[in-house]
């Protein structure tokens, strides 16, 4: 991976500071509407502690990397990109039926609906993570990838390059192992600018039409976009 000394890597003790950045980044963005269709009226408190348990499990994770940029001042975490890595069980994956795959697949989301808050609109989150997923499994085709699941700088340090350190984490070990590099934004925002200026390619769509079927107004449009590896590297 690269190794900017302005990167390390996040640990259980960075959860609640991460939890913090992402509430404070969702809260303040465009998607504000969406998010509060999903979750309901945003108590930041409650998500971002909600968000913390999680993120310490995510931390224990083998494939998943939180990757961080601190103040050298004060070494509070100002910037973080949650990556998922290539599976590395390829081989119990491909002996795995479809069957089995799709059986897997019920028993995850079964435990993932009964872990939401109860508060929440769970139809619309299941749906839009189970449209995301499979809008995922059409763009990679079964090739090794690793995910860009999360991405957020805080409002003081933006403007600085510092998403463009984290988004250029991994590309080096991508290239290495010709693996793709994916991840999803929503169809209006700004940062998909810098996401192609870094080599990605938009590859396929997610679109909630009608959000009025789970009580909202509008629709909602995901894109799919792919960074193919460079194999001259």
């Given at each position: 991976?690269?190794?900017?000394?302005?990167?390390?890597?996040?640990?259980?003790?960075?959860?609640?500071?991460?939890?913090?950045?992402?509430?404070?980044?969702?809260?303040?963005?465009?998607?504000?509407?969406?998010?509060?269709?999903?979750?309901?009226?945003?108590?930041?408190?409650?998500?971002?502690?909600?968000?913390?348990?999680r993120l310490e499990k995510l931390m224990k994770t083998e494939n998943v990397r939180f990757v961080t940029i601190r103040d050298p001042s004060t070494n509070e975490v100002v910037a973080v990109a949650q990556?998922?890595?290539?599976?590395?069980?390829?081989?119990?994956?491909?002996?795995?039926?479809?069957?089995?795959?799709?059986?897997?697949?019920?028993?995850?989301?079964?435990?993932?609906?009964?872990?939401?808050?109860?508060?929440?609109?769970?139809?619309?989150?299941?749906?839009?993570?189970?449209?995301?997923?499979?809008?995922?499994?059409?763009?990679?085709?079964?090739?090794?990838?690793?995910?860009?699941?999360?991405?957020?700088?805080?409002?003081?340090?933006?403007?600085?390059?510092?998403?463009?350190?984290?988004?250029?984490?991994?590309?080096?070990?991508?290239?290495?192992?010709?693996?793709?590099?994916?991840?999803?934004?929503?169809?209006?925002?700004?940062?998909?600018?810098?996401?192609?200026?870094?080599?990605?390619?938009?590859?396929?769509?997610?679109?909630?039409?009608?959000?009025?079927?789970?009580?909202?107004?509008?629709?909602?449009?995901?894109?799919?976009?792919?960074?193919?590896?460079?194999?001259?590297?």
């Amino acid at each position: 991976m690269a190794t900017d000394p302005s990167l390390s890597a996040a640990t259980e003790k960075d959860a609640a500071a991460i939890a913090a950045l992402f509430v404070q980044s969702w809260a303040s963005s465009r998607l504000i509407s969406f998010t509060q269709l999903q979750y309901g009226t945003l108590d930041h408190i409650s998500l971002a502690t909600e968000m913390n348990s999680r993120l310490e499990k995510l931390m224990k994770t083998e494939n998943v990397r939180f990757v961080t940029i601190r103040d050298p001042s004060t070494n509070e975490v100002v910037a973080v990109a949650q990556w998922t890595l290539p599976s590395q069980d390829t081989n119990e994956s491909e002996q795995e039926t479809q069957e089995e795959k799709d059986e897997r697949q019920r028993f995850e989301d079964e435990i993932r609906r009964n872990g939401l808050p109860e508060s929440s609109n769970k139809d619309l989150i299941m749906d839009f993570s189970t449209g995301l997923r499979e809008l995922c499994e059409r763009v990679v085709e079964g090739r090794k990838y690793f995910r860009l699941e999360n991405i957020v700088t805080h409002p003081d340090h933006r403007g600085r390059g510092l998403a463009t350190k984290l988004i250029k984490w991994p590309f080096t070990e991508a290239d290495t192992q010709n693996a793709l590099i994916y991840l999803e934004t929503a169809s209006d925002n700004p940062a998909k600018r810098l996401y192609e200026k870094l080599g990605f390619e938009e590859k396929g769509y997610f679109a909630i039409p009608d959000l009025s079927k789970y009580g909202g107004e509008g629709s909602q449009t995901h894109l799919a976009l792919i960074r193919y590896p460079n194999t001259a590297a």
